[in-house]
């Protein structure tokens, strides 16, 4: 059984740093494409970043810069480092996992001085 959870979470200042992990189970993690999603209050769930089994990453705009995803294969484990925080971070982010269309159950990040 797939299982994906995220950790990380909290609170953060403007301008401030966080960083997300999620803890994979029951995939094969390696050869698998990992993503973070993030859905703010009254908005749709969007795509932010992705990272390949061969170690690419790709973005989405809003966070080009800013955030960074990195895995770590022997601890079946993504991050997303999130610096310069603005408000409108603010959201529930969720991991997803290519295989199985698999999700994690998501964690708030609030951004607010």
């Known amino acids: 059984q797939v299982q994906l959870v995220e950790s990380g979470g909290g609170l953060v200042q403007p301008g401030g740093s966080l960083r997300l992990s999620c803890s994979a189970s029951?995939?094969?993690?390696?050869?698998?494409?990992m993503g973070w999603y993030r859905q703010a209050p009254g908005k749709e769930r969007e795509l932010i970043a992705t990272?390949?089994?061969?170690?690419?990453?790709n973005y989405v705009d809003s966070v080009k810069g800013r955030f960074t995803i990195s895995r770590d294969n022997a601890q079946n484990t993504v991050y997303l480092q999130m610096n310069s925080v603005k408000p409108e971070d603010t959201a529930v982010y969720y991991c997803?996992?290519?295989?199985?269309?698999?999700w994690g159950k998501g964690i708030l990040v609030t951004v607010s001085s």
């Open positions: 997803h996992a290519a295989q199985g269309n698999s």
């Open positions: 029951g995939i094969f993690f390696s050869i698998n494409r």
């Open positions: 990272i390949s089994s061969q170690f690419f990453t």
